[in-house]
């Protein structure tokens, strides 16, 4: 017994049998907190979907405030992202350090891009009075108030999505100092893996963002 104990895997928790079991439960895990947080993101889709049935002349309007250019190439930004985490999972389950280094870094670089793309187009909002608030205008609007309500879900749901890319860089962030240390191998990658589901997360959540927030009748008369 002593001896079985001794050839542990130093990884392995006291409470698991072995890495393949540890490794289900911390899938597990993520993919209950995921549950979660599509609850969460769902009740946001729903008011969206409300409203938007509500007033779509106003929300179709104010959607073309949206810079479709920059939210295209986001969605481009985040695809390529989901891209080179699957390969820093894949680097970690071969074992190969400079690949998970890479791509973790690859990651981490189009995150950050990502980031700084949306902060351009808060930017143009703040200049276009177009924050919801006491300053809020739009002059082209028939019925502001719908339109307010609109820049007020794009805000909070883009916002939030963005406090999930900057958690998210900052667990990929740690896998790359603990990819530097050799702490991954092919026994033991779980922390690469199941913070690749956290990431793929955030990527779905924004291919649902897109075209709810930016191509909304882009094909009708509204324009400026």
Do not use: C
Not at 175 to 183: C, E, P, Q, S, Y
Not at 186 to 204: K, M, N, Q
């Amino acid at each position: 017994m002593a001896g079985a104990h001794a050839t542990q895997h130093p990884k392995l928790q006291h409470h698991f049998d072995n890495l393949d079991q540890q490794f289900e439960a911390s899938a597990l895990g993520m993919w209950l907190f995921l549950v979660t947080e599509i609850l969460f993101f769902g009740g946001l889709f729903l008011a969206y979907l409300v409203y938007r049935i509500a007033y779509p002349e106003a929300f179709a309007e104010a959607s073309h405030e949206l810079d479709v250019v920059l939210g295209g190439v986001n969605t481009a930004v985040l695809i390529g992202s989901s891209l080179t985490m699957a390969m820093a999972v894949w680097s970690a389950q071969l074992g190969k350090r400079s690949g998970q280094m890479l791509f973790l870094a690859l990651t981490i670089g189009l995150g950050l891009v990502f980031l700084g793309i949306k902060a351009v187009e808060y930017s143009h909002k703040f200049e276009h009075g177009l924050v919801p608030g006491p300053n809020f205008r739009f002059e082209s609007a028939r019925n502001p108030v719908p339109a307010q309500l609109f820049f007020s879900l794009y805000f909070v749901m883009t916002g939030i999505h963005a406090l999930h890319m900057i958690v998210g860089i900052g667990i990929m962030t740690v896998l790359f100092v603990m990819a530097f240390k050799g702490r991954f191998t092919r026994a033991y990658h779980t922390p690469v893996e199941v913070s690749g589901l956290y990431w793929h997360f955030v990527d779905i959540v924004w291919i649902f963002l897109f075209p709810l927030l930016y191509l909304i009748d882009r094909h009708g008369p509204v324009g400026h």
